[in-house]
């Protein structure tokens, strides 16, 4: 647009605003054929006009599709209609029926003709020239008929023409064509003629300074500014803003140069701010906002709390609309104006907060239900783009500010100010644009800058009562070479915030205290590991179990914690009633992060030492049989079965983790619960998928996760165990036929003991006897399984003496040496020697448990409460104390028995690994795998230790 002063004058905006309005009639049609929006539809619609009319055809809208313009006729600027070519008048029109369409007749002029301003009559050109001079108009019509030829009418001293045709005065508008020079009494300042009689100092150089950095030499010489900015400052400051066209002008050239005051001693922004001292500035109850000028800046003591006024009166909801100020839309308008600072009017915002092309309504528009969260980004083309093109009506930039639509207790609308924040500038202002394509005009290379990056922030107040505070329009720019053919990027994104301080505080000090009280119960379990084993280590023993302890209790309260936290934004923010609680912002989405990767780390350094402490138990299986009664050696099957039976424990679960996996993997896509994962409240309200937030995918997996676990552990205890098969009960009853008891040590002196001697006498009997034995035994007409005469108790936590476990490490060392003496040669061959110390190792425990020793006795009795809370070892000096297991506590040996941990374990792995891939299917791959690991390593080191121990050869354990 290099020299062209056409689409800076008065003229311009009147014809864009005719264009515009011609548009918009265009688009009501179109949307008239769907009643409320039709979805895909509207879009189709509205860039339809634009497809049709970049073909040279125009757009239908009775039909929805392109038509091409009859004989003589070229598309109207409203893109859907025709109308006749310049060079062609109408010589008829037809209505047809019943859709009433007009069908055009157009006949061209002929040579030497022009057509004349009312399109309906040739006029022929004196001498064949069509055009007047410079300073003249044409005229084709007197008062009464069309002229026969084309008059000149000069526009006389102090008048010049303007674009249509009309004599303007120099000293009132532009200069116009013919105006030359500013009439007498008149001093020119730029485009403008200022009266003599104004004492005002013009601009200095400097104030038509731009800054387009890292385009060209950065800072330009504006020839806009030069043209524009003496008169609009004159203007406004003479008439002290009674001339609104030249403040609101002021405005805008203060605005382009973004709001600047350093870059020499004067700017447009410091020129606005001299004519601002001279007027009051507390309009609407708002400081800064001067009373007879154009509101740029608040004012420099309250800006700060402009984003944090509490006056709004609309309750905010993301569900339907409940009462007279309760809204479910954000509705913002906006003050428009021209850059020559005519008024473009209030205009309802749709793409005014971006320069990406209008996306399908139920995506477009999506960021305007309540509480969604809305990023959307594009390129814009700089070369051969609408931003360069003089003919299109958005050919200059249009400078807005934004209102919100607040409601008040009654229902009535109200307009609250939104603030705007430009990247760069210290203090919210009020007027923004999306593009400057003409600063610089004139300039080699032009420099264009390009609102690349448009984001609305809003906050919730406190409360939780659908209140928020006023949004804030962030905007930031960047400048970018014009004449070369590139691609920019512009984004615009909503945004929704809490003021999660208070929970954060809550957070960390919950956190905290649950670190302490792990502290004290890590203490009180590694003192009772240390009292069990007793060894005197010097403390490190005690310090490294301490360690795995704290590690153990914190990891859990940081599942329940960050568990508790994910499903209250689940349930009481987006998913609520209202949104009056979103997830925290990056800051504090990092410290959950932190707290997520501490939790899963340690629950992974459990179940690794779960894997490692099981699978190096001291294990016996103590064999009844006694040779004498039988007249023949015990048969080993009886044993072989044990030990594979025991073995296969080792890896059994309540809750099969393929299942739990499947389950929430069902629950999650099939059944929909990932929409609670989502960011946008109301995504049935349109089609914008937003994503989902990290934090509420946590909550719903801790959610789904512990739901499902709970809801099959009490499915196993309630129905599987009592109605289908109990694992570890049908274990015991296998004991008792076999005839074998099962001892295992899991610290010195502190282990379980599975009483397996049968009730019955020997074991190795055949089918009938054992029927027999086992009818008897239901109709309680011999003796009870119990290791106390007349009980049923069986497994017992053992607290034995320093001097048993002496002794047992005594024959195990012997058993261990004769191995390791004899060799094991192939799997078939037997150590006697080793067998012998293991029989003799057999007879020392039967003699134990019948009370054989005198030295070496032991008692039954229960717990105290002390010592079930605390874990507190009893006092053993001669006597040993074995507590009845009557909940089930031997399984603590098994995965079966740390079933919590590894669950617990499970879920951060899943969590861990869907917080950082977004992907629940990945997460449950990753999942199951560790899982397998897991099992797979028990089983694995589980059997090597079995064998060891219990001279069981590995072959034998299937």
Known sequence: PTGNRSHWAMTGPRRRVRAHAAMAAGICVALSLCPGGCGQGVSFGVDSIGHCVGQGLFFDPARLACGSCGSNQQVAPSGVQCECDSNSIVTSTTVRSPRGAVILTCTPCGINETVSFDGLSCVTCPGGVCTCATGEVSRTRNATSTLSEVGCLSCGAGYG???????????????????????????????????????????????????????????????????????????????????????????????????????????????????????????????????????????????????????????????????????????????????????????????????????????????????????????????????????????????????????????????????????????FVRRYFLFDNVSSVGQSPPAVRVATSVSLEIKFQDGGNGRIFPPVLQVGYSSFDGSSSQTVPSAFSVTYTDDHDDFTATLEVVITVMGCVSVILAY?????????????????????????????????????????????????????????????????????????????????????????????????????????????????????FIANELQELGAVRKVPYNFLVLSVLFWWSIAGAENLASQNPRSDEHDYDGGDNSILRFGVAFMLFTTMYVGMWLFHKVIYVRLINDVYGSFQDLCSLSNISVIVFTHDCRGWYLHGMSPHGPAEVGLMKMTQQLEEEAEDLG???????????????????????????????????????????????????????????????????????????????????????????????????????????????????????????????????????????????????????????????GKDNLAKKTLVNKCFLI
Not at 294 to 318: C, I, K, N, R
């Open 524 to 640: 009180i379990r590694s003192r009772a590991d240390r009292e069990r084993d007793r060894r005197d280590d010097g403390g490190l023993r005690m310090l490294t179990s301490f360690a795995y302890e704290w590690t153990r209790y914190f990891s859990t309260s940081l599942y329940m914690v960050l568990g508790g936290a994910g499903l209250y934004f689940v349930f009481l923010g987006n998913q609520g009633s209202g949104a009056y609680t979103t997830p925290p912002n990056d800051e504090q989405d990092d410290a959950f992060e932190r707290w997520l990767i501490i939790g899963a780390s340690f629950k992974i350094i459990q179940a690794c030492y779960i894997v490692f402490q099981q699978s190096k138990y001291d294990y016996f299986l103590i064999d009844w049989e006694d040779d004498s009664v039988t007249k023949s050696e015990p048969s080993i099957w009886r044993t072989l």
């Open 161 to 427: 023409s303007g674009g249509d045709q009309r004599c303007l005065p120099c000293a009132y508008s532009d200069m116009a064509a013919g105006c030359g020079t500013c009439p007498t009494g008149t001093t020119s300042q730029g485009l403008d003629c200022i009266s003599n009689s104004v004492s005002i100092s013009p601009p200095v150089a400097t104030a038509f300074n731009v800054d387009f950095s890292g385009v060209g030499a950065g800072t330009i010489d504006s020839t806009l500014f030069r043209e524009r900015l003496p008169g609009a400052y004159i203007n406004c400051l003479d008439t002290l803003g009674t001339n609104r066209t030249a403040c609101q002008l002021l405005a805008n050239l203060c605005a382009l140069q973004l709001y600047a005051d350093n870059l020499g001693s004067q700017t447009a922004c410091t020129l606005y701010k001299q004519v601002v001292a001279l007027n009051s500035t507390n309009r609407h109850g708002f400081p800064g906002w001067p009373l007879a000028l154009p509101w740029l800046y608040y004012d420099a003591d309250s800006f700060p709390a402009a984003a944090t006024d509490v006056q709004l009166e609309g309750l905010f909801d993301h569900s339907e609309a409940r009462s007279t100020n309760q809204v479910s839309r954000l509705e913002f308008v906006v003050h428009a104006h021209f850059l020559n600072g005519s008024f473009a009017g209030v205009q309802p915002v749709t793409s005014q907060f971006e320069l990406c092309l209008p996306a399908p309504r139920r995506i477009g528009l999506a960021w305007q239900f309540f509480g969604t969260t809305f990023e959307r980004s594009c390129t814009v083309e700089l070369n051969n783009s609408a931003l360069f093109d003089t003919n299109l009506p958005f050919s200059e930039p249009l400078f807005y500010e934004p209102y919100l639509v607040d409601y008040d207790p009654s229902g009535a609308a109200l307009l609250y100010p939104v603030p705007v924040k430009i990247d760069g500038v210290a203090q």
């Open 783 to 941: 003796k009870r399984r119990g290791l106390v005469e007349n009980t049923d108790d069986q497994v017992f936590e053992i607290h034995i003496q320093e001097s048993v476990r002496k002794e047992y490490m005594q024959l195990l060392d012997e058993v261990t040496q004769a191995e390791r003496q004899g060799g094991r040669g192939t799997t078939w061959r037997v150590n006697p020697k080793a067998m012998s110390q293991y029989s003799k190792m057999n007879r020392f425990f039967k003699a134990y448990l019948t009370h054989s020793f005198r030295d070496k006795d032991w008692i039954v009795r229960e717990k105290t409460n002390m010592e079930r809370w605390t874990s507190t070892t009893p006092a053993v000096a001669n006597t040993a104390v074995f507590f009845p297991d009557k909940y089930g506590g031997m399984a603590e040996i098994f995965i079966l028995g740390q079933e919590g941990a590894i669950f617990i374990f499970e879920f951060f792995v899943f969590a861990l690994t869907d917080w950082f891939a977004q992907s629940f299917v990945g997460a449950a791959v990753a999942t199951v795998v560790c899982t397998i690991i897991i099992h797979s390593s028990r089983l694995s080191l």
